[in-house]
């Protein structure tokens, strides 16, 4: 099982959401690791927060516009992936910061995200997330593999 194709996949979509103050992510190749219009959950919050690939690159084209999010870096720490055919999974465990710079303990979270081959390219059909907090911790196995 070649995981490889799924793994640049997934380093692209960290990559492209963040970015450095006085600069923009790369939101145009977000929206071309997707099939179709996806479908991405944030569950760190008590109601499910839902999109679209088009609504959740909005809402950060309006965060950036409105001065509450002036950078961000999310990269991953972890990840198993799953292939059966043309269809795929990948837990992800990641750690993010609305700093660019590098601090000791960010703040972490589990992504789950779904794959399918199309035309032979993996494309993202959606993902779920939840960041860690105090009731829900990211496994240590997860982490120190």
Do not use: C
Not at 52 to 65: A, C, G, L, P, Q
Not at 105 to 117: A, D, E, K, M, T
Request: glycine fraction near 4%; charged fraction near 25%; proline fraction near 3%.
């Amino acid at each position: 099982m070649n995981t490889r194709a799924i793994d640049y996949i997934t380093e692209d979509f960290y990559e492209s959401l963040s970015f450095m103050d006085s600069e923009m992510p790369d939101l145009d190749t977000v929206r071309d690791l997707f099939f179709e219009d996806g479908a991405l959950f944030n569950l760190s919050f008590g109601k499910p927060i839902t999109y679209t690939v088009d609504s959740f690159i909005r809402s950060i084209e309006d965060s950036i516009e409105d001065g509450h999010l002036t950078q961000f870096m999310q990269r991953e720490l972890y990840s198993k992936t799953e292939i059966f055919g043309r269809v795929a999974q990948r837990v992800s465990v990641y750690e993010y910061s609305f700093a660019y710079h590098e601090i000791d303990n960010l703040p972490r979270g589990i992504n789950y995200i779904q794959f399918i081959q199309v035309d032979d390219l993996w494309r993202i059909t959606s993902m779920a997330w939840n960041d860690e907090s105090a009731n829900y911790r990211v496994p240590s196995d997860l982490v120190n593999s």
